[in-house]
């Protein structure tokens, strides 16, 4: 492989766990730069691509045959996940983090060849995502105790989240400036610092008026502070604390198998479909990049296309 210089280029993050300089770990600095300044992503994204950055490293550092990986070495070490008995989807990922950053380095002209590029992806079963059924999730709506402040709060985000299908992070990340009641939409920031209007409709919203006007004031205690949902010390929810308060709420309703927070944006999907909606609207609602990520979805469109034939079709 040719290596053009990447002088000039500064990589700010300090520290890729590599316990080498090498001429890898300098390109994985300044990718991973380049993915939070340029592409804006996420400290979760960022430490997931690190994880999988980090045992490419580590293998590439114990098996160096040459001054930079070739395609060799990268179909070595995919080999090497294999004779782990990784997972086909967690083998893909590591292959995917590896691809965005030769294709990083050859788009800023630091490599001419790119090793990944006649690498196959490992095929992935598609699997139909968990998601409730219309009476579940009504008792889970109103499971929380609303006597007390915490269960008012718990109610409208659950509300809000069958709502709308925002993700969690979305969730807890939203500020009461991000809420239109009057036009009934909410404005969420998405992965990437995207920022998509999803429309809530009246039930949500009375349920968060009833949290915002009653709840949120006894929650803060007279502190001040932009979130929309928070906590009993007057900071903003957090991913874990809503987590809990799904799994707590969960039981009371009776729902024990593998209920989280994406459940519930699975379900919005799911009912979506169920009552007839179109995948690009639900794509757009979702904050999918791609539709192929929105047709994990299509199991729905599939079950529904035997009852429009049996109602819709003259011979049926």
Not at 96 to 109: D, H, K, N, P, V
Request: proline share 4%; charged share 25%; glycine share 8%.
């Amino acid at each position: 492989m040719t290596v053009r210089s990447s002088k000039g280029m500064n990589g700010t993050l300090t520290d890729t766990g590599a316990k080498t300089d090498s001429t890898l770990a300098q390109w994985v600095r300044t990718y991973l730069t380049f993915c939070r300044m340029e592409k804006g992503l996420s400290r979760n994204s960022l430490e997931a691509y690190l994880v999988d950055l980090e045992e490419f490293m580590r293998f590439e550092q114990a098996h160096r045959s040459v001054p930079v990986p070739d395609a060799e070495l990268v179909g070595s070490f995919i080999n090497s996940l294999y004779e782990k008995k990784l997972s086909s989807r967690t083998i893909a990922r590591r292959l995917s983090a590896i691809r965005g950053l030769f294709r990083f380095l050859l788009g800023e002209g630091i490599v001419e060849v790119d090793p990944t590029e006649h690498l196959s992806t490992p095929k992935q079963w598609a699997t139909i995502p968990k998601f409730l059924n219309r009476e579940q999730t009504e008792k889970l709506i109103a499971s929380p105790d609303t006597t007390k402040p915490s269960g008012v709060r718990d109610r409208a985000m659950f509300e809000l989240l069958y709502a709308t299908g925002i993700r969690v992070s979305e969730l807890v990340n939203l500020r009461t400036s991000n809420l239109d009641t009057g036009l009934g939409l909410v404005r969420v920031t998405g992965k990437g610092n995207k920022q998509r209007i999803v429309p809530v409709h009246e039930g949500a919203l009375r349920a968060i008026a009833d949290y915002v006007n009653e709840a949120r004031r006894a929650l803060l205690k007279g502190r001040i502070s932009p979130s929309l949902f928070v906590t009993a010390r007057g900071g903003p929810m957090t991913r874990q604390g809503f987590w809990a308060a799904v799994r707590m709420n969960g039981k009371r309703a009776g729902i024990f198998h593998h209920l989280s927070p994406h459940v519930l944006r699975h379900t919005f999907a799911t009912h979506l479909l169920e009552g007839g909606a179109d995948l690009r609207s639900v794509q757009t609602m979702l904050g999918h990049a791609d539709l192929s990520t929105t047709e994990i979805y299509t199991h729905v469109v599939r079950s529904r296309l035997r009852s429009t034939l049996d109602q819709h079709h003259p011979r049926a």
